[in-house]
């Protein structure tokens, strides 16, 4: 197993390798995502965190002043910066590693972090990455976080467990990913162990669905 | 970057307040290059073709 720092400049560069065939896979918001910030009040700073080409930010740049798009990958922020400017829609681009936030204390009052935790390849991580939200969200903050769930059908497992998986560019060449896939208890301890809470819990297409909001507030 | 995303971000280390060095800019709000600077512990960070990288240095450089 390599070290962890490694680990995830790894998986950044897989993106920025990947990142025109993925923006391409990726036309379509969520459902789930949809419902949440379709129910949610509208707010002054909104962020998606890990927006890979901003599917997601565009979707709360109809519900907040100003949208922060932030992935770890540079080559997924250009393909967010081509949507943004296909679609008209305005979205502050930052280059940013999810569990070492550059945004400031309590700023964000709506985020989605989609398909991203399970990227960070250990639990400290994670965890942290989970803490940073916590920090950034103003007290009455919400947010909706996802992770790949062992409840997916290609899994069959029921304890959460490390992996690879390939993605495979159109010439055929396959790039692999790091990935932690969730059991469904285990998303739950993490977000319960990190300075979040859950306000809301399912388990949706093979993902865990948390709405969460910074604890004891 | 716009210039109004100053009162936003913040080191990533130590979540400062970084300063801004704009080289290049387009208009009165849009940076397109430059340098942001934290502050406090004074890790510098790149905003290249107007998007700033303020990812940890540890994070920056890697081959695919």
Known sequence: MEDAETERREVRATYDYIADHFAQTREYAWPEVEEF???APYAAVALDLGCGN?????LLADHADRVLAADASRGLLDTARERAAERGFDADLVQADAARLP????????????ATLHHLPSRAARVG????LARVLVPEGRALVSAWSTAHEKFGRTEGFDTTVDWTLPGGETVERFYHIYSPAEFRDDVAESDLELVDFEVSSGNCYGVVRPAGE | MKQSLMDIICCPLDKQELELDATETEGDEEVISGTLTCTECGETYPIEDGIPNLLPPDMRDVEA
């Open chain 1, 129 to 132: 990455s989970l803490d940073e």
């Open chain 1, 54 to 58: 901003g599917r997601h930010a565009e």
């Open chain 1, 103 to 114: 945004v400031r204390d309590r700023t964000v009052e709506l985020a989605v972090y989609v």
């Open chain 1, 37 to 39: 910030v379709d129910d």
